[in-house]
């Protein structure tokens, strides 16, 4: 089966300047992540769908970011405007159902520099 | 809130050293727990999951976890390491409700020297 799609792969953008990165599930999975990775940290979760839906945003800086997933398929997170501790990996990763027994597959990530 | 707390940064081993990675977490409720491995130039992927029945649980490449609800732990474990595990290694959290939130540790580097 095709993996999670994630583009770009790389991103360089000047501070303030808006960014978006574009992610396609895993046909057939109901829940998408996003996920923001801080070199030398773990994946932090950003926010979680359940087909279209917001499960989860609590930790999305809604000032500066948002996210849509139209449709309950593929998906767009953008950061605007971007900050240089915005500089990061993005992952986008999906799983079968919204279960925490699940496993999640991960895409490539987009690697953001903000200078 | 959760969190995951791996205590190795970085792990340097020869190949056939055996390997065990700590991982401790903070929920007092049912989790699930995961450990994932990122080999270099390659997407994060699972390595091994338990949520419920036999706290030890294998995974692929010989790689295996404990899980002790006492000490809030889920190590991982490996006999005999080789130089293809080389990776970063993370452990993760999430709980078992329907509004489940995934946690990840930092992450473990693991270096196998040949």
């Known amino acids: 089966e095709a993996g999670v799609a994630q583009s770009p792969r790389y991103k360089i953008i000047e501070k303030r300047q808006s960014v978006a990165f574009w992610c396609n599930p895993i046909?057939?999975?109901?829940?998408l992540y996003w996920y923001q990775q801080i070199l030398g940290q773990g994946p932090k979760l950003l926010i979680q769908?359940?087909?279209?839906?917001?499960?989860?945003d609590s930790q999305l800086p809604k000032d500066r970011f948002s996210a849509e997933r139209l449709k309950g398929v593929d998906s767009t997170l953008k950061i605007q405007p971007a900050k240089l501790e915005d500089s990061a990996v993005y992952l986008c990763?999906?799983?079968?159902?919204?279960?925490?027994?699940?496993?999640?597959?991960f895409g490539p990530g987009t690697r953001l520099t903000v200078t | 809130a959760q969190s995951v707390s791996q205590h190795n940064h970085h792990v340097i081993l020869s190949e056939a050293a055996s390997l065990e990675l700590g991982c401790n977490y903070s929920?007092?409720?049912?989790?699930?727990l995961f450990w994932y491995v990122q080999y270099p130039g390659q997407h994060l992927q699972l390595l091994l999951k338990?949520?419920?029945?036999?706290?030890l649980v294998k995974g692929i490449k010989g790689f295996e976890a404990e899980f002790i609800k006492s000490k809030f732990s889920f190590n991982l474990r490996k006999p005999s390491v080789q130089w293809s595990d080389t990776a970063e290694y993370f452990c993760?959290?999430?709980?078992?409700?329907?509004?489940?939130?995934?946690?990840f540790g930092d992450g473990t580097t693991l270096t196998v020297k040949p």
């Open positions: 990763a999906s799983s079968l159902v919204f279960q925490g027994t699940y496993e999640q597959y």
């Open positions: 046909s057939g999975h109901a829940t």
């Open positions: 769908f359940q087909n279209n839906g917001v499960v989860d």
């Open positions: 929920y007092g409720g049912t989790v699930n």
């Open positions: 338990y949520f419920s029945g036999d706290p």
């Open positions: 993760a959290v999430t709980l078992n409700t329907n509004a489940g939130k995934s946690t």
